[in-house]
């Protein structure tokens, strides 16, 4: 039997005015991914997943024993909400996320006060109870698969709890190196890298893994024992994305989509607002397109289907006005009577994703530093018209897919603008063989092999 233990978990709730619950798909790759798959029973017939209540949506579904999902036993913990939100927001998303993703300034950030101590005191109680949850949950023996940086004490916790149990623990970002993991108090550095030494740790890209490892070694010293570390990418679900694209939700939005380009290029992005997805660098790229190469104006239509995220954390609302503010400028130097550059499309809405997915002629994903990027393998699986990918050399996926996509220098403006030229402007042969490769590269690996890499893997 398997436990999976993740901070998102599968479905969220929603209550009806009737005081019935409805399971939505929950947000963000790890839940879209994961869900689907173990909601079909492949966690065997004692299987678990433990994760937060996140909404009030879920907490009201606990208290009313509602927390119901086909094919595994899910429980949500029903955390306090004041040191829930400290661990979330202050340690795993305003500390840890951060870090690994090269995102401090650092003349100004972190600073470690007492304020952060309170918040880390959160982070490990939130992590005890989840350790408490799946050590509740686990068989004899059974294999528990910790995923991501919210949870990074529950394997210690684990290991000397419960020393029959089988653990990996899967970090899903890029991680920091041995120089930025100093930036921590060395306590909490200790603690991270303790934790994780105790079980085998896998990660979407080799780079991560190396880093993880040096990171490691550097806090715990050059002796330390560490758990081996495995390297396996997630790849998105073929048959569900198939299913989605014959949506008649999906199929409206691309005629939509259809009117609103015409017969101009389409170049998309497709993100969380999200301040290492670098999507303020991607509207400067363009502009400099714009600017330096005038033939492309009123011939192309940027369409970028972005969803708010992590909108209790004061940086990323201001993310959000820069980005709103940098696309707001291309229109207002570039737009004509009957061409809107830029068009920014908030609305948390799938099919219409899926929808321009198919649509796109170049797509560009140039974050600072992720993980892996599921967008870069979801988009030429979906994609109908030999679609380019400007694929940033600091996403996971790179390591997959650089060789048929067009790198893009995540800080490079020129670079990148010169890259946005070179995808829409490629001749069709070109454009073709390169889109059947990606789509190949893509389609390598799915929902199943990661989850059985970490199965195979967990000691
Ligand atoms: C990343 C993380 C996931 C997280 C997702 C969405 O992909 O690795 O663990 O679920 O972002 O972020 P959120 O904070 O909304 O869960």
């Known amino acids: 039997m398997t436990v999976v233990v993740s901070n998102r978990g599968p479905v969220r709730f929603e209550e009806d005015p009737g005081g019935t619950f409805r399971a939505r798909p929950g947000a963000g790759g790890l839940a879209s991914s994961l869900g689907p798959l173990l909601c079909s029973g492949a966690a065997g017939p004692d299987g678990?997943?433990?994760?937060?209540?996140?909404?009030?949506?879920?907490?009201?579904?606990?208290?009313?024993?509602?927390?119901?999902?086909?094919?595994?036993?899910?429980?949500?913990?029903?955390?306090?909400?004041?040191?829930?939100?400290?661990?979330?927001?202050?340690?795993?998303?305003?500390?840890?996320?951060?870090?690994?993703?090269?995102?401090?300034?650092?003349?100004?950030?972190?600073?470690?006060?007492?304020?952060?101590?309170?918040?880390?005191?959160?982070?490990?109680?939130?992590?005890?109870?989840?350790?408490?949850?799946?050590?509740?949950?686990?068989?004899?023996?059974?294999?528990?698969?910790?995923?991501?940086?919210?949870?990074?004490?529950?394997?210690?916790l684990l290991r000397e709890q419960r020393p029959d149990l089988r653990l990996a623990f899967f970090t899903h970002t890029s991680f920091c190196g041995p120089n930025s993991i100093r930036v921590l108090p060395t306590d909490a550095a200790t603690a991270l890298c303790t934790s994780m030494a105790a079980a085998p740790c896998g990660f979407h890209a080799a780079r991560w893994a190396r880093a993880y490892e040096a990171s490691a070694r550097e806090v715990l010293g050059a002796g330390a024992p560490l758990a081996p570390t495995f390297v396996a990418p997630l790849g998105p679900d073929p048959e569900a994305l198939a299913a989605l694209v014959d949506a008649d939700t999906t199929r409206a939005a691309a005629a939509e989509l259809d009117e609103l380009v015409g017969d101009r290029a389409l170049l998309l992005r497709v993100d969380r607002i999200e301040p290492s997805k670098n999507v303020v660098r991607g509207f400067l790229a363009y502009d400099l397109l714009l600017e330096e190469r005038p033939h492309w104006r009123e011939r192309v239509v940027f369409v970028a289907r972005l969803n708010a995220s992590r909108e209790s954390l004061a940086e990323y609302q201001a993310y959000r006005l820069e980005v709103e503010q940098a696309a707001a400028r291309v229109n207002d130097r570039w737009a004509t009577p009957d061409?809107?550059?830029?068009?920014?499309?908030?609305?948390?809405?799938?099919?219409?994703?899926?929808?321009?997915?198919?649509?796109?002629?170049?797509?560009?994903?140039?974050?600072?530093?992720?993980?892996?990027?599921?967008?870069?393998?979801?988009?030429?699986?979906?994609?109908?018209?030999?679609?380019?990918?400007?694929?940033?050399?600091?996403?996971?996926?790179?390591?997959?897919?650089?060789?048929?996509?067009?790198?893009?220098?995540?800080?490079?403006?020129?670079?990148?603008?010169?890259?946005?030229?070179?995808?829409?402007?490629?001749?069709?042969?070109?454009?073709?063989?390169?889109?059947?490769?990606l789509r190949e590269l893509a389609g390598r690996r799915t929902p199943r092999d990661w989850y059985e890499d970490q199965l195979r893997h967990a000691a």
Not at 86 to 113: E, I, K
Not at 125 to 130: C, K, M, S, T
Not at 138 to 146: E, I, K, N, T, Y
Request: net charge negative.
């Open 339 to 437: 061409w809107r550059p830029v068009v920014l499309d908030t609305r948390d809405d799938f099919p219409r994703t899926v929808a321009a997915l198919g649509r796109y002629d170049a797509l560009l994903v140039n974050p600072i530093k992720d993980g892996l990027n599921l967008v870069a393998k979801e988009g030429p699986i979906l994609n109908r018209r030999d679609g380019v990918l400007c694929l940033s050399r600091d996403a996971g996926a790179w390591d997959e897919l650089g060789s048929a996509a067009l790198e893009v220098h995540p800080f490079d403006l020129e670079q990148a603008a010169g890259a946005l030229d070179a995808a829409l402007a490629m001749p069709a042969d070109e454009r073709a063989t390169r889109a059947t490769r």
């Open 48 to 156: 678990a997943w433990v994760a937060a209540a996140l909404s009030d949506g879920d907490r009201a579904a606990v208290r009313a024993g509602a927390v119901d999902v086909p094919g595994i036993r899910l429980r949500l913990l029903d955390l306090d909400a004041q040191t829930y939100r400290l661990a979330y927001d202050v340690v795993s998303n305003g500390t840890l996320w951060f870090l690994h993703h090269g995102l401090f300034d650092l003349v100004r950030r972190p600073r470690f006060d007492r304020r952060w101590r309170e918040a880390w005191t959160g982070y490990e109680a939130v992590n005890r109870a989840f350790a408490d949850a799946a050590s509740d949950l686990a068989g004899d023996g059974a294999v528990v698969l910790v995923q991501d940086l919210h949870l990074a004490l529950v394997p210690g």
